[in-house]
Nanobody, 128 residues
Framework: QVQLVESGGGLVQAGGSLRLSCAASGRAFSSYAMAWFRRAPGKEPLFVAAISNSGTTAYYVDPAKGRFTISRDNAKNTVYLQMNSLKPEDTGIYSC?????????????????????WGQGTQVTVSS
């Protein structure tokens, strides 16, 4: 497994931007597909975006399309989430998650139960 630490959250006004980072340590980062989920107490994590181990394939939840961009730098063991045009409904704790890459990922990328490693999360608050 890998250990994940997020950073970059904060308080921003609606229409603003944030860039989240997730630093990984442990086993070979380039063998893991990565994802960002939004978490709330007592609720299942909500899928936001995912990226393949090579970075060539990315998926987004519909409300994030055109506003968020997921990317990764395997040389730095880091995955990013650039969030633009933020809205109050984007508020939440954003966690990154990792799963060992397999062909199943292309059908299951948005399932939180697929991911075995999770970070603690970083708080994003968007004020209106």
């Amino acid at each position: 497994q890998v250990q994940l630490v997020e950073s970059g959250g904060g308080l921003v006004q609606a229409g603003g931007s944030l860039r989240l980072s997730c630093a990984a340590s442990g086993r070979a980062f380039s063998s893991y597909a990565m994802a960002w989920f939004r978490r709330a107490p007592g609720k299942e994590p909500l899928f936001v975006a995912a990226i393949s181990n090579s970075g060539t394939t990315a998926y987004y939840v519909d409300p994030a399309k055109g506003r968020f961009t997921i990317s990764r730098d395997n040389a730095k063991n880091t995955v990013y989430l650039q969030m633009n045009s933020l809205k109050p409904e984007d508020t939440g704790i954003y966690s990154c998650a990792a799963t060992e890459y397999s062909s199943d990922w292309y059908q299951q990328y948005n399932m939180w139960s697929l991911y075995g490693s999770w970070g603690q999360g970083t708080q994003v608050t968007v004020s209106s």
